[in-house]
């Protein structure tokens, strides 16, 4: 392992090439609209020479407002983007990405592993999440996973969503008394109730999205430079070669799969080296997965940033740059009153970022890592596509 200390606001990547990493959608297709039109800007606005990098950070759907919009929206840009020389778009898995799929790729929904035990909360909720990715086979999927894709995932939003889309009535209520309540699944749930409702659910999921979800699956990091870019984080306390080179395929057994994925996706790795306990290495991560809370206006959190509108009573949402060795785009896309899109920009001799702000999702704010705010307004090609945020 290298001993240089590198840092996400001076790391190289090659010549000619810019990068834009988009982070946790969360199925907020509103700014989403405007934040795919800034970046399309700024692509065809570059050289001819030029290749840029397109990279959604994974956690698509779920929890916002409409997630098979949302998924169009990447769709369509990406079909847009093939047709521009020099462009190359990258779909990374994201946990809630891999949820989605595997509730496609399940034949049937079986007894929990791990059987619920109301004395246990402390750990029920990471009981169940290993009971579910530790199921060796992709085509049975615990119902305890199934319920915590739908209750702690917030799945359940994008399962409206899509019943909405394919004209079907989508009942709540419903849902809970099959599944159980927002508390824990039912133990004595009718799981052949269950998979008839997991099989509704899928066939309302476009046959597009559905390839989607199977294509992404798979994807967990991309390498550009002295950048890696992945779902959660990556295990510093191995080296990156250790980890870039498995082929996850050729894995002995599922346990050592399931860890293998979990350091991309949850960042979460076998050694038990979490992303904060280094102050280096060998390379930057960017990531998304942990919601940042640093807002522009907390003083005391925004060291080098300076990116406080002129106009507005607060800053938005920044990227977590604490840590010279990792940077974290997910801004908390959800927070209802200061969650934001960010896309992090780096142009080969200069880093900046882009944010899209819930509370004005049509503007998108510009800034660097030392100066203040530029901003932009952004107005939509098809005024439809802009709707006010519920």
């Known amino acids: 392992m290298t001993s240089a200390a590198l840092d996400w606001r001076t790391g190289k990547i090659p010549e000619n090439t810019t990068v834009f990493a988009i982070g946790d959608i969360h199925g907020h297709n509103s700014m989403l609209v405007t934040m795919l039109e800034a970046v ?3 692509i065809r606005a570059l050289p001819m020479t030029t290749t840029a990098r397109v990279i959604f950070m994974g956690d698509n759907t779920d929890r916002g407002p409409n997630s ?19 462009v190359i778009v990258n779909n990374l898995c ?3 990405d ?21 004395n246990e909360k402390g750990e029920l909720d990471e009981k169940r999440l290993w009971s579910w990715l530790q199921s060796p086979n992709l085509k049975e999927m615990p119902i305890d996973g199934f319920w915590d894709f739908l209750v702690k995932g917030g799945g359940y939003t994008a399962v409206k969503d899509y019943f909405k889309r394919a004209g079907k009535e989508f009942s709540e209520n419903d849902l809970w008394d099959v599944v159980g309540g927002k508390d824990a699944p039912r133990k004595d749930a009718d799981l052949a109730a269950v998979n008839k409702w ?40 191995r080296t990156w070669e250790a980890q870039r080179d498995v082929d996850p395929n050729n894995l002995d057994d ?17 050694n038990n080296h979490w992303v904060d306990n280094s102050t280096k290495w060998e390379k930057v991560i960017v990531h998304g997965h942990t919601p940042s809370v640093v807002r522009a206006n907390d003083a005391a959190l925004l060291g080098e940033f300076g990116a406080i509108p002129k106009d ?14 990792r940077l974290c785009v997910d801004t908390c896309i959800f ?29 998108v704010v510009e800034y660097s890592v030392v100066g203040r705010a530029q901003e932009r307004v952004h107005k939509a090609m098809n005024p439809q596509l802009h709707p006010q945020p519920a």
């Not at 599922?254 to 076998?270: D, E, I, Q």
């Open 40 to 42: 399309e800007e700024k």
């Open 68 to 86: 098979p919009r949302a998924i169009d929206l990447i769709l369509d840009f990406r079909s847009r983007m093939e047709k521009v020389p020099n």
């Open 94 to 96: 994201g946990n809630h």
């Open 98 to 118: 891999e949820y989605t799929h595997r509730i496609i790729a399940a034949e049937r929904i079986v007894p929990a592993i791990i059987p619920y035990n109301p």
């Open 198 to 237: 997991r099989q509704e659910f899928v066939d309302c999921i476009p046959p597009t999205h559905q390839q989607f979800f199977a294509d992404t699956f798979n994807n967990m990091f991309v390498e550009i430079g002295d950048y890696i870019f992945t779902h959660a984080g990556a295990d510093p306390g």
């Open 254 to 270: 599922h346990f050592t799969r399931v860890m293998y994925r979990n350091g991309f996706l949850w960042g979460k790795h076998p």
């Open 312 to 325: 507005a009573d607060r800053g938005p949402t920044l990227p977590d740059g604490q840590k010279p060795w």
């Open 335 to 363: 927070d209802p009153k200061d969650g934001a899109l960010t896309c992090f920009v780096h142009d080969g001799s200069k880093v900046g970022f882009m944010s899209v702000q819930k509370r004005d999702p049509n503007r």
